[in-house]
């Protein structure tokens, strides 16, 4: 039995521990905002945070979840009022959106890690994140204003 929480709530599986996360949290937990989108760990559309850790949920076994605390975009902030949902808002980050989940959770990892990112920290943590709509400066600005001053 592997066992783990998501977004607070415990769950436990059965069988087969080399089922990607991802699927997990799509089709068993029916939490559907991490997004699938190239399988291989390389878009950045299915991040998570695996206890606070950005990680790529198609290539993160739910073994690999064992005993941790996964975070979904759901359970990011009760009212979806997390800073950075509220900085995506303000600067109108989305455009299709697809991607916008796993860029939230990796913006996300990256503040709680360096709450004073300049822009080459953004562009190092953001880089394998994949907008196709090419929204990135807006993502940018998005982090940059939710910048601690460096002290």
Known sequence: MIEFTINGEAHSVEGDGTLPLLWYLRDVATLTG???????????????????????????????????????????????????????????????????????MQAAALLAKNPSPDTDAIDEAMAGNICRCGTYPRIKAALLDLAEPAS
């Open 34 to 104: 991490t997004k699938y989108g190239c399988g291989a760990g390389l878009c950045g559309a299915c991040t998570v945070h695996l206890d606070g850790e950005a990680v790529r949920s198609c290539v993160t076994s739910v073994a690999a979840a064992e005993g941790k605390a996964v975070t979904t975009i759901e359970g990011l902030a009760e009212n979806a009022d997390h800073p950075v949902q509220q900085a995506w808002a303000k600067h109108q980050v989305p455009q299709c959106g697809y991607c916008q989940p796993g860029q939230i």
